[in-house]
């Protein structure tokens, strides 16, 4: 059940089983069964873009 729940909790949702497959994982043989890739624990994030009216309207609260 640990290594159906493994796959249940995938990070990418294109990495989940369908509930059809749940079930034929929890019907078969424990050998059929393959081990989930690791978890990532960390979603890496685009950089942010400099936007010119957003460093202008910035500027306004900064205090030389």
Request: with cysteine; charged share 20%; net charge negative.
């Amino acid at each position: 059940m640990v290594l159906v729940a493994l796959w249940c909790i995938q990070s990418y949702p294109s990495n989940r089983p369908s509930m059809n497959r749940v079930v034929e994982m929890m019907e078969g043989s424990l050998d059929a069964l393959d081990v989930p890739p690791r978890p990532i624990f960390q979603i890496p994030i685009a950089p942010l873009r400099e936007s010119s009216t957003l460093s202008g309207d910035i500027s306004v609260y900064i205090k030389e």
